[in-house]
Structure formats: C-alpha cells, structure tokens
C-alpha cells in the first residue's frame, strides 16, 4: 500500500482513493482528522455481498414468496434501500443545476464550450453505436431466444402477464404522435422549467415521480451560457451563490454515503430474496448474452478509449472508480449515482470541475451505452423467441432506435422498458412478450447502469484530455482562479 502512494505522489498523481479517503474523515471540513477504517468502497462491497449471501440464502431456504420474506422485504429492507435511492435522488436536481451552471460559466467562451459539446456528442454518439453493434453480433451469433424452452417462456409469461400488460398499456397511453422533429423539440426544450423540475408532463394531467432532466438541463445550460456574454461584475454574486449550493449538496451526499453500506445490503436483499437464482437459470442465455456485451463493452471497448484517447492505463481508471461502480450497481440509477460521480472523477481521475460537470450531468442521461446495447439483445431476443426473423434494414433501425433511446431513456431503475415496448410494437413483435424478461430486468439492470456511469466518465476524461488538461493532477476551478467564487475550501482541497 505504501509503495502504491509512494508511487503515485513521485509521479504526481492524484492520491486513487482522494475521494474515498475523505468519506472516511469527520463530516466536518475543517476538522483535520486521519481517515480511520474500512475505505467507503471496501464497506460498500461487503454491504453488497452480505445482500447478496443473505438474500440467496433465505430465497433458496424459505422461497420468494414465503410470507415471513415478504413480511420481511416490504416492512425493513425494501423501505431502507428506497430511503437511500430518494435521498440520493432528491438532491440531484440542485446539485445538476449548480454544477452545470458553475461548469458552463468556467468553461467561459462560447467557442470552447461549443467545441465540448461537439467532442462529447460525438464521443457519446460513437460509443453508443459501438454497444448496439456488440449486442446484436452476440444476440445473432448466441441466438439466445432460440434456446429458451417454450414452457419455461409461458411459465414466465404467465408469472409476469400482468405487470407486462400494465406496462404496455401505460407505453400506449403515453405514446408520442408529434413528428420525430417535434418530438426531439419537446424532449429538450422545456415551456416551463418549473414544471419540468416538478415531474409535470406538458398538455396531461399526470404528473411523475421523475424531473425531467433533459429539460433541466437545458435551463441550466442557457443560463451558463448567458453567464458568459454577460460582465463578471453582474454574475459572480449568482455564481457564487451556485457555487455554495453546490458545496451544500457536496455536504449532502458526505451525509447519505455514510448510509451506503446498509441501504446497499437491503436492495440487494430485496432483489435476491425474492427472485433467487431461478430466473437466472431459465433465462440463462438471453442473461449470459447480455452480460457477455456488457462485459466486452466495459473492458474493451472503455479499456481501449481510456488508454488511447484519455491516456490513462485502465487498470489504474478502473481502480479509481470502484466507488462509482459499486454506487452504480447497487442503485441501478445513473441519476442516483451522480454525485457520486461528480466528486470522483474530480478528486480522483483530476477531471476539471468545468469539464466535469457539463459532460457527467448531460452523459447521466444522454450518454447510456450500456441500456442501448441492452435494448438491442432483449429486443433481438423476443423477435427470436416470437419467431420473427429480422432482416439486415429492421436490424439497423433497431441499432438507431436503440441509441436514440441511450438518449431519451430515464437515468432510473427500469427506465428503459416502455422504450423496449415501443420498439417491439414497430417491428411487429407482441410487447406483450416484455413479460418473460420482467424478473431479471433489475438484476441486468444494475450490471448496464454500472455500464453507463462508466461510459460517462470516459468521456470525460477524453475531453478533458483533448482540451488540454493533464489527467490524474490536480486542477484550480477556473473561476476560483479568476477569484469569481471562493477556492474549495478544507477536505475538498486535494490530499497530498
């Protein structure tokens, strides 16, 4: 361990574990005590393996559905692990808007900010498609719904019917008849970004339990952009004020990561106890298909960028985002995972703060490879098992609408199912069919959010790299350097 750090402080790296390091400390910034036991990271895993242990154990035991699990899962863990995801879920909305903001405002002329956003549009749109190609060459060389035995898919259908016809009648209701311009208008550019914040959908009486981050972020976006065209005198009391929400949501997060290791127990818990390993093994090959992509996208495709575009050996990325991962897995929310995210990349991978916080808040829900090479197998999947051969023109839409739907899916736990529906209804296959992958979808849903958080931090290395910045050291946020907002004061400083 030691020859680690020494290592790292001779080539004048970040400390790997800067940001894990300090989630260990007094919840108060100017105390100066030592880190002391396990790392965040270290908690976070054993949380998830007693879940895990447990989970199994009492399932392979008791059964799902024996009343004392059930009493069990809907009384203790189910409430813990929501409690964590809402909290973590309630401050995305300032900690999104004032790191955007902030981060837009740093990056301070409207050329380099455009040049940004070209090079993580591109990068985003790149990847993306890369995922979807590696889906579907796996899902045409596996064929994993050829292998599925008909009873056990009517089993399932049977099982899951209801749920599936639920959520494809709420796909139907919900279904957009604008025109893909229109609908693209709609998707990004809020009329009331008050409403957007609150989950109001536009023109319905309903209302979700979701902001619409899109919209969010395109307020955020064009006051950032604003900013810029407007004298420092007249801005820096807001920007300062941002700034300071922005370390209140920081504070926040110090708050529920303490959580972490007992909510990441209960959602484990919750989805092992009462599904067990059964599902797993009906649906062995539709889940080793899917979780082949994933890795392949994870350690090839990501290994490959990290090393060639970002310059970063991919051992050492991985390393010193396991936090993220880890979040990321147990949550299966890339919104959830965002501030998490946020103070990695910066304190760990030395991602500047303006970099940062454009690419991950926009990435978190823009930028989901992994639900896009998802959507493309479960899609090939049921065509397989319905009997629906797809020819080479139908699998190239699926390719696009998949990495539209990367875009347009929800950064939360099964955001990507109505678009699965819809894409099933357009080639002609029976949504109905969405209930035979219904019961591990929030396992394979875990494994693809870790997927996109990931994929979202590559990115941001890549553009941190291409505009110049050196990796891995430590970076002055420019408006900090401009004496605009206060340098980051006590545990935020970088750990020598």
């Given amino acids: 361990m030691a020859d680690k750090k020494d290592n790292e402080s001779s080539k004048g790296w970040l400390p790997s574990d800067a940001y894990e390091r300090e989630e260990t400390t007094d919840l108060k910034d100017t105390t100066p005590d030592p880190p002391k036991g396990m790392a965040l990271h270290t908690r976070i895993l054993l949380g998830l393996l007693v879940g895990v242990v447990a989970g199994v154990a009492v399932n392979m035991s008791l059964g799902g559905d024996d009343s004392r699990v059930v009493w069990i899962v809907d009384n203790i863990t189910q409430p813990v692990g929501t409690l964590f995801l809402r909290l973590l879920l309630m401050i995305v909305v300032p900690l999104v808007f004032s790191s955007l903001v902030v981060g837009v405002a740093g990056i301070g002329d409207i050329r380099k900010l455009g040049r940004v956003g070209l090079k993580s549009f591109a990068y985003c749109l790149i990847i993306s498609a890369i995922s979807v190609v590696i889906g579907l060459t796996l899902a045409n060389t596996i064929r994993p719904g050829k292998r599925i035995d008909p009873a056990t898919a009517e089993a399932l259908k049977q099982r899951y019917g209801s749920d599936a016809t639920k959520q494809v ?88 990561m303490k959580f972490a290791p007992y909510a990441v127990a209960c959602l484990l818990f919750n989805n092992t106890a009462r599904f067990g390993l059964d599902l797993l093994q009906a649906l062995a090959w539709f889940v080793i298909t899917v979780l082949l992509g994933l890795s392949l996208h994870m350690f090839g495709v990501y290994s490959l960028s990290v090393w060639f575009l970002s310059r970063i050996p991919p051992l050492e990325f991985f390393r010193r985002i396991k936090t993220v991962i880890l979040t990321a897995f147990s949550t299966s929310s890339s919104n959830a995972t965002l501030p998490t995210a946020l103070r990695v990349s910066e304190e760990n991978l030395g991602v500047p703060k303006e970099i940062n916080s454009f690419v991950l808040t926009v990435g ?123 340098a980051t004061p006590g545990s935020r400083d970088i750990i020598e």
């Fill in 364 to 486: 978190a829900t823009a930028n989901q490879n992994g639900t896009a090479l998802y959507e493309g197998v479960t899609v090939l999947f049921l065509a397989q098992l319905a009997g629906v051969d797809l020819t080479l023109g139908q699998q190239l839409m699926v390719v696009y609408l998949a990495i539209l739907g990367g875009i347009g899916t929800a950064g939360v736990p099964s955001g990507s199912i109505p678009f699965i529906i819809g894409v099933l209804a357009t080639i002609g296959v029976n949504p109905a069919l969405i209930a035979i992958i219904l019961g591990v979808d929030r396992i394979l849903d875990m494994c693809r959010t870790t997927l996109n958080v990931a994929g979202d931090i590559t990115a941001a290395t890549f553009v941190a790299r291409s505009e110049g910045y050196e990796l891995l050291k430590p970076h002055t946020h420019a408006l900090a350097a401009a004496g605009i907002v206060p």
């Fill in 169 to 256: 009648e709420s796909a139907k209701a919900t279904a957009n008849k604008d025109s893909p311009l229109m609908t693209v208008v709609k998707s990004i550019v809020p009329s009331n970004p008050v409403a957007a914040v609150a989950g109001i959908v536009a023109g319905e009486e309903r209302q979700t339990d979701t902001p619409n981050m899109l919209h969010l972020m395109f307020f955020a976006l064009i006051i950032g952009i604003a900013i810029t065209l407007i004298p420092v005198e007249a801005t820096a009391p807001l920007l300062r004020g941002l700034e300071g929400l922005y370390q209140i949501t920081a504070k926040i997060i110090d708050i529920i």
